[in-house]
């Protein structure tokens, strides 16, 4: 082995007497270090989108939400709600009435979808927070707090008590709507504030206070339409999911975080998984170029072989002497192309030198996992590759 090493590093750090020799191996580890950077760059960048992604869905959507099993409404008694306070694991929990909506403001209609929250909301969630606009909601009159998108279809005004936001439910029935008029419950609010999460939660949310909307639903004081729960402790996630279910039975059904958003899960794993193989593929076709150069430094030293061979080495000890120097221009390659890439994603993360728009930079995030991935495949493949290189060395070569 170290005979092998020895040798091999001797080949690698020496030009060879061709001169096309040491510009392919020279091309061949600029590929391999090009291709690292690729690989990582990229998949730093969808680790970026996904977390930026799953940003606005936290901002959102709770740590469990409590929904009805069959149709639209729980039925959440006085007692049921002081056993839901004891539970060890709830750090705070909100009563949700919500419903889609149709909304009309001066001559303007959109569909958007009504949510009515109590005053522990906010405990929940703080979507107080993302308002950029106005405020948030009281309990004095009817309010409600806006998406931009929504702000933007109406041209909605805050503060406007000249022309109030106009909401319409549906009633609740079965059967064809013979009179459309009769067709809706009707109400009318003033709009507080306005704000801004993500595009697919600013086009449609509006939030009021659920006294409001149970009024506008026609609901009675103990029926809600879900509950949203903030957990003390993530890692009771399962404990207290399993004693909501035993205290509310099966006429619910609880959801976490990624069950509520399962498609939008699975559609990430699946594009992160078809990323990765699509890198993967980039890097054998860099691995080509790499096996070409191995053979062409053992065409370049067919006489070294031959030299080797008389003085007593095995085919073996021969094949492993450039099975070695193939490892080390990996080697090479890797963690130049690693540190390279490392760099780059770490100024676009801190510096945001690429930008979507004026203020807002691409996003990106570094993870040892993705570093690990990339080292891992490219150094499988790329050994495979010079076990590949190496085996081509027979018996005729020594000859």
Not at 252 to 268: A, H, Q, W
Not at 333 to 348: A, K, P, R
Request: hydrophobic share 45%; with cysteine; net charge neutral.
């Amino acid at each position: 082995m170290v005979f092998s090493s020895f040798i091999a590093k001797r080949y690698l750090f020496s030009k060879s007497g061709t001169n096309a020799v040491n510009i392919i191996t020279l091309i061949s580890v600029i590929s391999i270090i090009v291709g690292t950077i690729v690989f990582l760059v990229v998949l730093s960048a969808f680790s970026g989108l996904k977390q930026f992604n799953l940003s606005v869905i936290s901002a959102i959507d709770p740590d469990l939400k409590v929904i009805p099993a069959q149709g639209k409404i729980i039925r959440l008694n006085k007692e049921q709600e002081e056993s839901i306070k004891e539970i060890e694991g709830i750090a705070h929990y909100s009563k949700i009435i919500e419903e889609r909506a149709y909304l009309e403001y001066d001559g303007k209609t959109h569909l958007g979808f009504l949510k009515g929250v109590d005053q522990n909301f906010l405990k929940v969630n703080r979507l107080d927070t993302t308002i950029f606009a106005g405020s948030w909601i009281t309990q004095t009159e009817p309010e409600v707090v806006v998406g931009a998108g929504v702000s933007r279809r109406l041209s909605l005004a805050l503060g406007d008590y000249g022309t109030l936001l106009k909401i319409m439910v549906p009633k609740p029935g079965k059967g064809q709507i013979t009179d459309p008029s009769q067709a809706f419950r009707k109400s009318s609010a003033i709009a507080s504030g306005i704000f801004q999460v993500g595009e697919s939660i600013d086009n449609d949310h509006v939030f009021t206070h659920i006294d409001y909307a149970g009024k506008l639903l026609d609901y009675e004081l103990d029926e809600i339409s879900a509950i949203e729960i903030k957990l003390a402790s993530i890692d009771k996630e399962e404990t207290t999911i399993q004693q909501l279910q035993d205290l509310l039975g099966d006429a619910v059904i609880i959801k976490n975080r990624m069950s509520l958003n399962d498609t939008l899960y699975k559609m990430l794993n699946t594009e992160n998984l078809a990323l990765y193989f699509i890198c993967t593929l980039v890097i054998i076709i860099v691995l080509f170029c790499f096996v070409g150069s191995i053979i062409m430094i053992i065409v370049d030293k067919r006489p070294h072989i031959k030299t080797l061979s008389d003085l007593g080495s095995s085919l073996k000890e021969i094949r492993k002497i450039f099975f070695t120097q193939g490892i080390y221009m990996l080697c090479l390659g890797v963690v130049t192309g690693l540190i390279l890439g490392i760099l780059i994603v770490l100024m676009q993360q801190y510096l945001g030198l690429v930008k979507i728009t004026e203020t807002l930079a691409y996003p990106v995030h570094l993870t040892s996992k993705n570093v690990i991935i990339v080292l891992l495949t490219i150094l499988v493949l790329g050994t495979a590759a010079a076990k590949l290189a190496s085996s081509r060395i027979n018996g005729k070569l020594l000859s």
